[in-house]
Structures are given as C-alpha cells and as structure tokens.
C-alpha cells in the first residue's frame, strides 16, 4: 500500500554532502561523524576539483546574492568530498548533523555539530547538506549522474526519489 511504498522510499532516502575544502585537513574526522550515525552508511563517494563553472552552476540559486563570487573562490579553493548518503530521512538527520549555515552560530546553539567543530564562519562551514528532496536530486545528479544511473536500473522497482 502507499504507506508501505512511502515507508521504502524513506527508507531508502539519499542525501548528497560535500566535505568543502576548508574541512579537507579534518576530512577523517567527519567521516568519523558520518560513521557515529548509525543510520547513515556512506553509499557513493568522490574526490573532485570543482571547477569554477560547475560550482556556479551547483550554487546557481545563489547568483544574485552579494556573497555569490566568493562563495565560488572558497569552493574551488582545494579539493571536495562529495558523497551520497543513504538511511531514513537522510536528508533531516544529515541537517541536524550539520548544524546552521554560520560555525559561529553552530557553536552557540548545536556545540556537536559538523559546523561546530570543523567550520569557521558563515561562508567557511566544512560541510554541505542537501536541504531537500528536490535539492538532492539535484546535487546527487550533479556528482554521481553515472553511479545514479547504473543504481537504477538494478531490478528493484524503486521510485525515482528512493532510487538517488
Ligand atoms: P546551507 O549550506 O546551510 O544550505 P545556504 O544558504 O544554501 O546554506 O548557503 C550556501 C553556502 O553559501 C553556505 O553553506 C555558505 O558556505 C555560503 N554562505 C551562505 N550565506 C553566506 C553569507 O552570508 N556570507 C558568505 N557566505 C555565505
């Protein structure tokens, strides 16, 4: 029935995270953390040089803001991590995980989290999270289009969402 087939889906919900080059020193010890969430298990990942155009195009909702261009420099300051997550709700856990956007405001209001412990500011944050569904869609195409693919059309009859 659907609240078998919703219960699947979320089950089976992939999130994309990006270890951003400020956190590559300490890239261990996130992964460290990833691990500490039992119902996490790291599915895909990935070394990348982001190259400045990709990473316009990752961050594109944020084009018109002021922050835009330096948000670009630091992403393509050094090398990322990207990776696919798997569990139930993913997405919300990996968010909590996180903490807010700013480090600063992390070690105030969520002292454990990746941003806590591994971030700076708001703009140096050690982490990306996907925010939503569509998002990491979105994100996981961006990175994994060719793993994504070869995972979907294994024989389980999985929805387009449960399959990313
Ligand atoms: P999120 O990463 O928590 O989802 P977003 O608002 O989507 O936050 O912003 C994307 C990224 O842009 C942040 O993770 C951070 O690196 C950077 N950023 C966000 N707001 C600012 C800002 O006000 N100044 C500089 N960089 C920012």
């Given at each position: 029935?659907?609240?078998?087939a919703?219960?699947?889906a ?6 994309f ?5 400020d956190?590559?020193q300490?890239?261990g010890?996130v992964i460290s953390?990833?691990?500490e969430i039992?119902t ?6 990935r070394?990348?040089a982001l190259q400045p155009s990709?990473?316009?195009?990752f961050?594109a909702?944020?084009s018109?803001r002021?922050f ?5 420099s630091?992403?393509?300051s050094?090398?990322?991590l ?6 139930p709700?993913a ?9 807010p956007?700013?480090s600063?405001e ?5 002292p454990?989290?990746?941003?806590a ?13 996907s925010?939503?569904r ?11 289009k060719d793993?994504?693919d070869?995972?979907c ?9 449960s399959?990313?």
């Open positions: 029935d659907t609240r078998t919703a219960a699947v979320c089950y089976r919900q992939s999130t995270v990006m270890i951003k080059p956190a590559m300490r890239a010890e953390r990833i691990e039992a996490l298990r790291i599915a895909d990942m070394l990348v990709m990473a316009r195009l961050y909702e944020h018109q002021t835009f261009e330096d948000l670009v630091y992403v393509t050094g090398p990322i990207a990776m696919r997550l798997v569990g709700d997405i919300k856990v990996w968010r909590e995980a996180l903490g956007t700013d600063n992390a070690r105030r209001s969520a454990g989290s990746v941003r412990l591994f971030g700076t500011d708001k703009q140096r944050n050690a982490a990306h999270g925010d939503s569509e998002a990491a869609g979105r994100e996981l195409a961006f990175f994994f793993t994504v070869g995972i059309s294994t024989s389980e009859p999985l929805t387009e969402l399959c990313l």
